[in-house]
C-alpha cells in the first residue's frame, strides 16, 4: 500500500479504482441512462470544483498570510516552485469545473433558464442555480484574466520592472479574496438548488 500512496499519480489512479469499484456495485451497465450521464457530470463537476476552491483556499487561508513569516531567503521555494505549480491546478479546475457545470445544465435542460436567472417561469431552482453559475463565471473570469496574468509578473515568470510586481502581486491578492467572498454564496447558490 505504501508503494501506492507514495506517487501522486498511483494514488489518485487508486482513488479512480476504488471509485470504479463503487460505481460497478451500485451501477449496473443497463443503467448508463441519461440519468447516468448527468450523474457522471455532476461527479466531474464537483470533483473539479473541489480542487479550484480547494486552492483558492489555500491561497488565501495558508499561502498568502504565511508568506509574510517566511525568511527572505526562502521565499523562492514558494515564488519559483510551489505557487507556479498551484496556479496551473488552480487555472485547469476553474476551467474543467466552469466547462463541466455548463454541460451539465445543458444536459438537464435547463441553461438557458438558469443563465436568465429563472428564466420567464421563475423557477426557483433556476434562479438558484444560476446565481451559482454567473458567480462561478465571475470567478473563472478572474482566475483567467486577472489573477494569472498578474502573478505571472509577481513571481517572474514574464518580465516586470520591481514596481510592476508589487503591483501585480497586490492586484492578483484583491482579485483571489474577491473570489473567495464570491466563492462562499456561490457554494450556498449551488447547494440550494437541489434543496428549494
Do not use: C
Not at 513569516?69 to 476551467?95: G, H, M, N
Not at 454541460?103 to 435542460?109: I, K, P, V
Not at 462561478?136 to 502573478?151: D, K, S
Amino acid at each position: 500500500m505504501a508503494s501506492v500512496l507514495e506517487k501522486l499519480e498511483r494514488a489518485v489512479i487508486a482513488g479512480f479504482v476504488l471509485a470504479a469499484i463503487i460505481f460497478w456495485l451500485l451501477v449496473r451497465p443497463a443503467a448508463f441512462d441519461h440519468g447516468y450521464w448527468t450523474f457522471f457530470m455532476r461527479w466531474l463537476h464537483v470533483l473539479s470544483g473541489v480542487m479550484w476552491i480547494g486552492l483558492l483556499w489555500y491561497f488565501n487561508f495558508v499561502q498568502i498570510p504565511s508568506m509574510p513569516k517566511i525568511p527572505d531567503e526562502q521565499k523562492p521555494a514558494v515564488s519559483k516552485v510551489i505557487a507556479p505549480t498551484a496556479l496551473y491546478w488552480f487555472r485547469y479546475a476553474a476551467l474543467a469545473t466552469v466547462v463541466t457545470g455548463l454541460l451539465l445544465a445543458w444536459m438537464n435542460g435547463y441553461i438557458g433558464q438558469a443563465l436568465m436567472l429563472g428564466g420567464a417561469e421563475g423557477v426557483p431552482q433556476h434562479r438558484a442555480i444560476g446565481i451559482g453559475m454567473w458567480l462561478g463565471l465571475i470567478m473563472a473570469f478572474n482566475v483567467w484574466f486577472l489573477i494569472w496574468p498578474n502573478q505571472q509578473k509577481a513571481l517572474g515568470l514574464v518580465e516586470a520592472t520591481p514596481d510592476e510586481k508589487k503591483a501585480a502581486a497586490r492586484m492578483a491578492m484583491l482579485a483571489s479574496r474577491t473570489n473567495t467572498v464570491l466563492s462562499i454564496p456561490m457554494l450556498y447558490a449551488m447547494v440550494s438548488a437541489q434543496n428549494i
